[in-house]
């Protein structure tokens, strides 16, 4: 698998850059951008690469010089490397990506998938956001950690973190951060508390005006 985060603004050749960036491939400031996209699809040939994840793809635009340049040097990528890309971006059918010529043919080559918080619960039975937190708990490397003890608490950390997996992974990686310093070597609800999270978290969990607070979308009153 390669990741590559799209650049702000990024052109063609930036663009290329990071492909190259991600396994190691040489680039110097002569290269010229053919030369750049020869040796980032032969890398990822003979790498055996089967999946490309581009994060912040609605960063380009198509509507722009160096954006639609960036945009036809993806429609060529996916067409010379023989992997599955996956372009991940904040609402990208709202933003120009998808609209245009350039924009019809890469719509034209992908599915879209909306993608919201990991629920806490689904049908038959599933539990989504507990095996999501087990799999994290499974790389902690605390000596005095119990395993199970995370996913026990399944529930509250969904109210902590609305169920955003970036939220539930800082909020892991710093209690556990935290549990090496002061010595405990081990996660507990206390310690998770004492954690402040992106505004986006808090504002769904912390108290707010008239002492109440929201927890896995429902508004209670402390105290009853």
């Known amino acids: 698998m390669a990741y590559v985060l799209v650049p702000p603004g990024a052109s063609a050749k930036a663009l290329a850059g990071e492909f190259a960036r991600f396994l190691g491939v040489p680039v110097t400031a002569r290269m010229t951008q053919t030369r750049i996209v020869d040796?980032?699809?032969?890398?990822?040939?003979?790498?055996?690469?089967?999946?490309?994840a581009i994060d912040e793809i609605h960063r380009l635009n198509p509507r722009t010089t160096t954006?639609?340049?960036?945009?036809?040097?993806?429609?060529?990528?996916t067409e010379?490397?023989?992997a599955t890309f996956v372009f991940a971006g904040i609402d990208v059918t709202a933003t120009a990506l998808f609209s245009g010529v350039r924009g019809a043919q890469l719509?034209?080559?992908?599915?879209?998938?909306?993608c919201g918080p990991v629920p806490l619960g689904g049908g038959g039975g599933r539990t989504?956001?507990?095996?999501?937190?087990?799999?994290?708990?499974?790389?902690?490397?605390?000596?005095?950690?119990?395993?199970g003890t995370l996913p026990r608490a399944a529930s509250y950390l969904h109210?902590?973190?609305?169920?955003?997996i970036g939220s539930l992974a800082r909020l892991l990686r710093q209690?556990?951060?935290a549990?090496?310093?002061?010595?405990?070597?081990?996660?507990?609800?206390?310690?998770?508390?004492?954690i402040v999270l992106d505004h986006t978290a808090e504002d769904h969990y912390r108290p707010r005006a008239g002492g109440r607070t929201r927890a896995g979308g429902r508004t209670r009153r402390h105290g009853t």
Not at 39 to 52: D, I, K, N, Q, S
Not at 67 to 77: F, I, P, Q, T
Not at 107 to 114: E, H, W
């Open 179 to 194: 549990a090496i310093l002061d010595g405990t070597e081990k996660i507990t609800k206390g310690g998770l508390e004492g």
């Open 159 to 164: 109210a902590r973190t609305g169920g955003r």
């Open 128 to 147: 989504p956001f507990r095996d999501l937190v087990a799999a994290m708990e499974a790389c902690l490397d605390l000596r005095a950690h119990r395993a």
């Open 107 to 114: 719509a034209g080559r992908a599915t879209v998938v909306d």
């Open 175 to 177: 209690a556990a951060i």
């Open 39 to 52: 040796a980032v699809c032969h890398t990822y040939r003979e790498a055996g690469v089967r999946l490309v």
């Open 80 to 82: 010379r490397i023989g």
């Open 67 to 77: 954006g639609a340049e960036a945009v036809d040097l993806l429609k060529d990528l």
